[in-house]
């Protein structure tokens, strides 16, 4: 493969790449070292992923084919999709009235969503696979994409007006797009969390899985949106042109945000406080290696690999020829289809 192409997978460490070959899809997988939340170092390397996936494409011969069609976000934390935002970080830059750091965390974010979102100016399509809570800016993420999947028993919601605060890094413009201002504004303001067969009776989520199948969910639509992706692709730059996402338009509503947030009140940041506090506890009493294991992940369920197995790129491995094999153990595993 070109080394283009192969230097998309390296040098993570809160994000973990799959790539499936059959599909031409890289799956990239949220993989937080703390809370399920963006952090800047998440967020730093979502934003150099999308960066290595332009220059690919920018940098191939024009004369072969793509070896990128697809882009699938997703979550190694089981039962989650992500809670958003690094509400820890949030209350200390409020507190210290530290606009300039707090403006620069909320751009970042602005431009992963809208890069997502016109499909990084590429013939690709982005699909977000939601399995579990996605809250705040985990919602926003997951909207950002071309295409949103999302198991039955999956909850998304923006819980920002409890603590007086809205979602500012994309969620009115993407739901207002996705299903009107009324009800767009309806979501933000009252707090609510929402089913994923809600959400697709709204048109949010665009396909609905069962429980354990969505993988397989997102490989049928791969799947089916492959035989005409021809077409599909021209109604996905003919909606984009209808109704564009404006880079500025996103910019300048982060500003109005970030205003928000740094007139917040004392009572405010307690309440913030206090759901940093309750998501800490619901993570710490999930189990520790309850994560999704993937085609790539290199830790190991027992303490001698069985040959043959599939590595990330799914090329099947003959014997294992590591002088010093990770021996690292994993006891108790939540597994996903992947």
Request: include cysteine.
């Amino acid at each position: 493969m070109d080394k283009i192409f192969i230097k998309i997978f390296s040098d993570y460490k809160e994000i973990t790449l799959r790539y499936a070959p059959k599909y031409r899809a890289i799956w990239c997988y949220y993989n937080p070292t703390g809370r399920p939340c963006f952090s800047l170092t998440m967020l730093k390397e979502l934003r150099q992923l999308q960066q290595r996936i332009m220059d690919y494409f920018t940098n191939k011969d024009k004369k072969t084919e793509s070896l990128i069609d697809y882009q699938v976000l997703h979550s190694q934390i089981c039962g989650v999709f992500s809670f958003g935002g690094d509400l820890d970080l949030f209350s200390k830059l409020i507190k210290e009235q530290n606009r300039e750091e707090l403006l620069d965390y909320a751009l970042r974010c602005v431009d992963i969503c809208y890069l997502n979102a016109v499909n990084l100016h590429q013939p690709i399509t982005t699909i977000s696979f939601v399995d579990g809570s996605a809250l705040g800016g985990g919602f926003e993420s997951a909207l950002s994409s071309n295409v949103l999947i999302a198991t039955d028993n999956s909850q998304m919601g923006f819980p920002e007006i409890r603590f007086n605060l809205f979602p500012g890094m994309g969620a009115y413009s993407l739901l207002a797009r996705s299903c009107g201002i009324k009800i767009a504004e309806k979501m933000i303001s009252s707090g609510e969390m929402y089913s994923a067969n809600q959400l697709f009776d709204m048109g949010i989520v665009h396909r609905l899985s069962n429980v354990g199948k969505g993988a397989e969910c997102v490989e049928e639509f791969i799947r089916h949106h492959r035989q005409r992706s021809n077409g599909y692709r021209a109604i996905q730059q003919a909606r984009q042109r209808y109704q564009p996402i404006e880079y500025q338009e996103l910019a300048d509503i982060t500003e109005i945000w970030v205003a928000a947030a740094l007139g917040l009140k004392k009572k405010d940041l307690r309440l913030i406080d206090k759901l940093v506090k309750t998501q800490n506890t619901k993570i710490s009493s999930k189990n520790k290696n309850s994560r999704l294991r993937t085609y790539q992940d290199r830790r190991l369920t027992q303490r001698s690999s069985i040959f043959p197995l599939t590595d990330w790129s799914e090329n099947v491995i003959i014997k294992d020829r590591r002088i010093n094999p990770d021996r690292r153990l994993s006891p108790k595993l939540c597994i996903v289809g992947t």
